[in-house]
C-alpha cells in the first residue's frame, strides 16, 4: 500500500470512528432531553390558595412553578373552592379529565360542611379545559355528607374508569370517613357507589391513590396508599379485587394525619419510583417525595432529605402527577409560560387602564381588585407574530371582541374564539412609542375606547387615534 493511501485509509476509519462515537452519545442526549412531570396542585386554604396551579419538573425531584405561580385554573360553580385534584389521561391519550374537591375553606365550607359533588374539567389536548361543571357523589350515598379527595384510574377488566373518592356516611350504627367506588365513562354520571376500603371500627379512611405498576417489575399490577392512621400500603392484580397490605409508613416515622394525599410517580429513567407525600412538619404542609427502587417493600422506602429535592415557589399540596409525552410537554410549557403580568394604559385618559367588570371591558381610573386591570400576554391564539390577553385573576378568560363590543370570554378552544381574541401589537396609531392592537381577523379594525368602553373600530380621526393607543406596563 502507498504512503498515500495509507493516510487515506487511515483518514477514513478516524472518520468512521467518530460517526460511531457520535451515533453511541446520540441516545445520551436524546434521553437527557426526554420530557419531564406536571403537577396539578392547590396550595392551601386561602382564597387563592383553592385553585388549581401547576409545576413543572425535568428530574420529578426538582419543580418549577408554571404560569408566573399563579392559578391556571378556578372554579366558578359550586363552592367556588377546588382542592384536591386527581389528573387523568384516557388509555388513547386524546382526552384528559380534572376532577376535584369542591371545597372552600374560609369562604363559606367548613371541614365538617363541604359539598357532596366534585368539580370536573375535560380537555383533549392539555392545555384547552372545558367550563367545569359537578359531579354528584356522596348525595348518591345514603347518609352521605361530603365528598373528598377524587381520584380515577382505566380499569382494562371492564373498560371504563373505577372513580374512588371518601366520604363521610354512618353504616352500621358508625359514622366516618369511608373510601367509596363507581364506575364511569366520561365523570358526568357514576354507577351507584359501593363501599371499597373500610377499615375496621371507627377507624376513617381518606386520600387514597393508587397506580398501576409496569409488567413485570413486580408481585402485584397495582399498589396503593390510604390515609388511615397508619398509611397502609397495599398492593392488588386487580383495581376491584382483593388487596394485601404491604406494610404501612410507620416505618419511616409518617403515623397519623402527619401525611395527607399520597400520590406515586415513577421516574422515567430509572428503575426507582417516587411516592408524594403532603407532609406536615412544624406545622407547614407542602408535599416531599418518598424513595424506593422496589415498592412492593416498605422497609426500602426513604424519606428524601431536603438538600435532594426543590418544590419551587409556590406551596404543593395534594394534587396528582403526570409523566409528560414530548407533544404534551411542549403545549403545556408554551401554554404557561412565566409571562409577568401587565397592565394597558390609555394613551389619552393616562389614569385609567384597561379592565373588567362583570365580564364587560372598559378602562377606568383605580382599578379595585388591581388584578381586574392585570393581563397576562400570550403568543396569540390563532397566529404567530400576534398576541392575545388572558386575565389573571379569571384565568382562562381572554380579551375577545364579538359584534365589535369587547367582552372577557373563557377559551372555547374553536377557531372561531381564537380569531376574535388574536391581535397584532403595532406601532401606537398617535405615538409610535406607545402601541395599537389590529385585530387578527379584521385586520382594518383596531381596539379603542369610546364612550370608555372598549370596542373594535376602523380608525378615521385623530381622536380615534388616541383612543385607540395604549402602553403595556407593569
Not at 460511531?20 to 446520540?26: D, E, F, I, L, N
Not at 371492564?158 to 366516618?176: E, F, M, Q, R, S
Not at 388511615?228 to 410507620?250: A, C, M, P, R, Y
Not at 381610573?365 to 403568543?379: G, I, K, L, T
Amino acid at each position: 500500500m502507498s504512503a498515500r493511501h495509507a493516510r487515506l485509509s487511515a483518514l477514513l476509519l478516524a472518520v468512521c470512528l467518530l460517526l460511531t462515537g457520535q451515533a453511541v452519545a446520540t441516545p445520551q442526549r436524546a434521553a437527557a432531553a426526554d420530557p419531564g412531570y406536571l403537577m396539578v396542585h392547590f396550595t392551601g386554604d386561602s382564597a387563592t390558595g383553592q385553585k388549581l396551579y401547576l409545576g413543572h419538573s425535568t428530574d420529578g425531584l426538582h419543580w418549577n412553578d408554571l404560569n408566573g405561580g399563579a392559578p391556571v385554573l378556578q372554579s366558578p360553580i359550586g363552592t367556588k373552592g377546588v382542592r384536591d385534584p386527581a389528573l387523568v389521561r384516557s388509555p388513547d391519550g386524546s382526552k384528559y379529565w380534572i376532577i376535584a374537591t369542591d371545597l372552600c375553606i374560609r369562604c363559606g365550607s367548613t371541614y365538617q360542611n363541604g359539598s357532596p359533588n366534585f368539580v370536573v374539567w375535560e380537555s383533549t389536548d392539555l392545555v384547552t379545559w372545558s367550563k367545569p361543571w359537578l359531579l354528584g357523589a356522596a348525595g348518591l350515598i345514603p347518609g352521605g355528607k361530603n365528598a373528598w379527595a377524587p381520584e380515577a384510574i382505566w380499569n382494562p377488566e371492564t373498560g371504563d374508569y373505577v372513580l374512588y373518592w371518601a366520604t363521610n356516611a354512618t353504616v352500621n350504627g358508625i359514622l366516618k370517613y369511608r373510601i367509596y367506588s363507581a364506575r364511569t365513562t366520561d365523570f358526568r354520571t357514576i354507577t351507584t357507589p359501593q363501599i371499597w376500603i373500610d377499615p375496621p371500627g371507627s377507624t376513617a379512611v381518606v386520600d387514597t391513590q393508587m397506580t398501576e405498576v409496569p409488567a413485570g417489575t413486580g408481585p402485584y399490577r397495582y399498589l396503593r396508599v390510604s390515609g388511615d392512621g397508619q398509611n397502609n400500603v397495599e398492593g392488588s392484580n386487580s383495581i376491584l379485587g382483593t388487596w394485601t397490605t404491604l406494610g404501612n409508613l410507620s416505618s419511616i416515622g409518617l403515623t397519623g394525619n402527619v401525611v395527607e394525599g399520597p400520590v406515586w410517580m415513577k421516574f422515567r429513567d430509572r428503575n426507582e419510583w417516587a411516592l408524594y407525600i403532603d407532609h406536615n412538619e412544624n406545622n407547614v404542609r407542602e408535599y416531599r417525595p418518598i424513595l424506593t427502587t422496589n415498592p412492593f417493600d416498605v422497609s426500602t422506602y426513604r424519606l428524601q432529605d431536603r438538600a435532594g429535592y426543590d418544590m419551587g415557589g409556590t406551596a404543593k399540596r395534594h394534587g396528582a402527577i403526570m409523566t409528560l409525552t414530548a407533544a404534551e410537554e411542549s403545549r403545556v410549557l408554551a401554554r404557561w409560560p412565566n409571562t409577568p403580568a401587565q397592565r394597558l394604559q390609555s394613551y389619552n385618559f393616562q389614569d385609567r387602564y384597561v379592565r373588567h367588570t362583570n365580564f364587560d371591558v372598559r378602562i377606568d381610573p383605580a382599578v379595585s381588585p388591581a388584578e381586574d386591570a392585570q393581563f397576562r400576554p400570550r403568543p396569540g391564539l390563532a397566529g404567530t407574530g400576534t398576541v392575545s390577553f388572558e386575565s389573571v385573576n379569571l384565568p382562562g378568560y381572554f380579551l375577545r371582541h364579538a359584534n365589535y363590543d369587547f367582552q372577557l370570554v373563557y377559551n372555547d378552544g374553536s377557531s372561531q374564539f381564537a380569531a376574535d381574541a388574536t391581535f397584532r401589537q403595532v406601532a401606537g396609531l398617535a405615538d409610535p412609542s406607545w402601541s395599537s392592537f389590529q385585530s387578527y381577523n379584521h385586520p382594518d379594525h383596531y381596539i379603542r375606547h369610546y364612550g370608555y368602553s372598549l370596542r373594535l373600530d376602523r380608525i378615521t380621526t385623530a381622536t380615534a387615534r388616541s383612543d385607540a393607543t395604549f402602553r403595556v406596563t407593569n
